[in-house]
């Protein structure tokens, strides 16, 4: 069966990259589709999951949605691809809709599993925020899957690679991309596998050191509950939840945060979740792998050197 | 300027999500529903806010059964000046795409908007799709729109920053959180929305290219291990040996 899976590699290859190529590799022979300027070398290293051919177009290096989409329909047309594979990222979400609907071909978007081993082709995907899981049958030929970050687990599978380039010329999208300000290098929440947030417990932005210091020592990304991004105390982009942004990191530490339903619905995903609250009676302790009762004033520091502790025992 | 804004209804936000027949069903029982806040607070929103300063109208168009007319009624007294809804179960993203660009399609919007995702599908799948149908740009999970003459500058979160963009119309949105602030529907609105034209039209012949076999709870936690604020050492050991997490 031929899986076409698309990818956006800027200097390294992502972590998302390395899933869904492990994904596709568990369906069939992949091929790849990509866009911009990654060097060869970057791209033959797709290569060591399974990747066996590379097609990348270099005439853009933003992923317009309609050029994008277009590329990857011709892909799917000249391979008769009957898999397309995404990440369920920025990306995935403009551009997965718009190749299904193309296609008519069945949409999974956020699948956070393989295929069932059943007759009709059924993966399971979060609905509800998070407070539960569907599973969902795709009735078309094609199907086009996206794939939910940290819901794989990436495996090496060298195989012999070969790239060309996709020469045809596909024209400009409408959306023109005027400014890019960057949010510094830290890795964005939907992808991080260690989070460290923090809520209305703080008592103030001005306390957000002890949080970062923590988030600092474990290499972990921050986030923060939702009224602490209404007040304006944390960019709205660090905002976790039913309405924010729906993490499943390794690891989530959550200190001063109640544990409203809502918070919950979007990071109970989490493998570990870690809760440092002065309320002993606070709802989040019953969605805890480890709880600590205690102010975060006190705690996050002492988590903070326990950890530095443990990095010098490392080396 | 012609805006066209989906909305869908969903279950409250604190509401328990239970499932019956054999788990393949929601259970709907004792569930509020409400607007999909996506579509509210942000889409709807910041539709009206632009009507209100340079004139135009704001339609909302809902898939769904009759069951959805209590939310839609909500969507008016907010503001919207008109409703459509297609008379069918949506459960499908695709045939849903495909009755709202039939309709859609002959009425030259400038604007089509949804929500970034509905709470309870979590699909974020119509924006894209009726882009596609359309043949329209999608501005995917804008956070802040501002239309200036022929053009409009858009700002959406991308991997590793802020993209701002400009388009032209007329193209498709979906509205994350920050394009807006909620608005509570005052007694006025309330009352405007009994009136307002809601009109009712049947959908177009086609298939659905997606089904839900059955729903699932997710496994609960199996209980919390206690630590005292001065065993920080002991977190660390056990995030390392027992959950192998650091
Ligand atoms: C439609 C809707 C959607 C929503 N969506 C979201 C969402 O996406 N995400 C979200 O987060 N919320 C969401 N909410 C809000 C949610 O209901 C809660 O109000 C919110 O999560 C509470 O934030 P918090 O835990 O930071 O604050 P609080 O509920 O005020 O909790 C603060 C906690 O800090 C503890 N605390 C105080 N001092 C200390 C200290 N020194 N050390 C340690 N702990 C301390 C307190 O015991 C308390 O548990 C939504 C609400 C609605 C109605």
New binding site residues.
């Given amino acids: 069966m031929s899986v076409l899976v698309f990818v956006e590699i800027k200097n390294k290859l992502s972590k998302a990259a390395k899933e869904a190529i492990t994904y596709g590799k568990n369906l069939g022979e992949v091929n790849v589709v990509t866009y911009g300027n990654a060097s060869n070398e970057v791209l033959s290293q797709m290569g060591d999951y399974g990747a066996k051919n590379i097609f990348v177009y270099r005439k853009i290096n933003e992923p317009n949605d309609q050029v994008v989409s277009k590329l990857i329909l011709k892909a799917v047309e000249k391979l008769n691809s009957e898999f397309i594979l995404l990440s369920q990222d920025q990306t995935g979400k403009s551009i997965g809709p718009r190749v299904a609907a193309k296609l008519e071909a069945g949409h999974i978007s956020g699948a956070i599993s393989l295929p069932e081993a059943s007759d009709d082709f059924t993966v399971k995907t979060n609905v509800y925020s998070g407070k539960a899981i569907a599973y969902v049958c795709v009735h078309s030929d094609k199907k086009v899957i996206s794939i939910l970050p940290n819901s794989i687990q990436p495996e090496e599978n060298k195989v012999d690679v070969s790239i060309s380039e996709f020469e045809e010329d596909l024209g400009n999208g409408r959306i023109k991309t005027v400014d890019l300000k960057p949010l510094g290098d830290g890795i964005p929440l939907p992808e991080a596998e260690l989070v460290v947030s923090?809520?209305?417990?703080?008592?103030g932005p001005e306390n957000w050191g002890i949080v970062e210091d923590l988030a600092k020592s474990l290499g972990a990304t921050t986030a923060?509950?939702?009224?602490?991004a209404d007040i304006g105390w944390r960019p709205h982009h660090e905002?976790?939840?039913?309405?924010?942004v729906a993490i499943r990191p390794n690891l989530y530490i959550a200190?001063?945060?109640?544990?409203?339903?809502?918070?919950l619905?979007?990071v109970n995903g989490s493998k570990v979740i870690v809760v440092?609250?002065?309320?002993p009676e606070?709802p989040?302790f019953k969605a805890a792998d480890y709880g600590v009762v205690?102010?975060?004033?006190e705690?996050l520091p002492k988590l903070t050197a326990a950890i530095n502790n443990f990095k010098a025992s490392q080396r | 300027m012609k805006i066209l804004v989906c909305i869908s209804k969903v279950p409250?936000?604190?509401s328990k999500i239970n499932f019956v027949d054999n788990n393949t069903k929601f259970d709907e029982n004792g569930v509020q529903y409400?607007v999909n806040?996506y579509d509210e607070w942000y889409a709807l929103v910041r539709a009206l806010e632009l009507v209100e300063a340079s004139g135009g109208t704001v339609t909302t168009i809902t898939v769904g059964t009759s069951s959805d007319d209590p939310t839609i009624r909500k969507a008016l007294a907010i503001g919207a000046n008109d409703a459509v809804r297609i008379d069918a179960d949506p459960t499908d993203s695709f045939f849903v795409a495909k009755q709202i660009s039939e309709y859609a399609k002959n009425e030259n919007y400038d604007i089509v908007m949804t929500g970034k995702e509905t709470i309870n599908y979590n699909g974020a799948q119509i924006g894209g799709m009726l882009a596609e149908l359309l043949d329209m740009p999608f501005v995917s999970l804008a956070n802040k729109l501002e239309v200036n003459g022929a053009k409009a500058t858009l700002e959406r979160d991308v991997q590793g920053g802020i993209e701002v963009v400009e388009v032209d119309f007329p193209f498709v949105l979906s509205a994350s959180k920050g394009m807006a602030e909620q608005r509570i529907p005052n007694m006025r609105g309330i009352m405007a929305a009994r009136t307002k034209p809601l009109n009712v039209i049947a959908p177009t012949d086609h298939k659905k290219l997606t089904s839900v076999v059955k729903f699932e709870l997710p496994a609960p936690k199996t209980g919390c291990k206690y630590l005292d604020p001065d065993s920080m050492d002991e977190l660390v050991e056990l995030l390392h040996n027992e959950t192998k997490v650091i």
């Fill in positions: 923090a809520g209305r417990g703080l008592k923060c509950s939702r009224p602490v905002h976790v939840g039913q309405t924010g200190a001063g945060i109640s544990g409203a339903i809502q918070h619905a979007g440092i609250n002065t309320d606070a989040f205690g102010d975060a004033f705690v | 409250d936000t604190t409400i806040p």
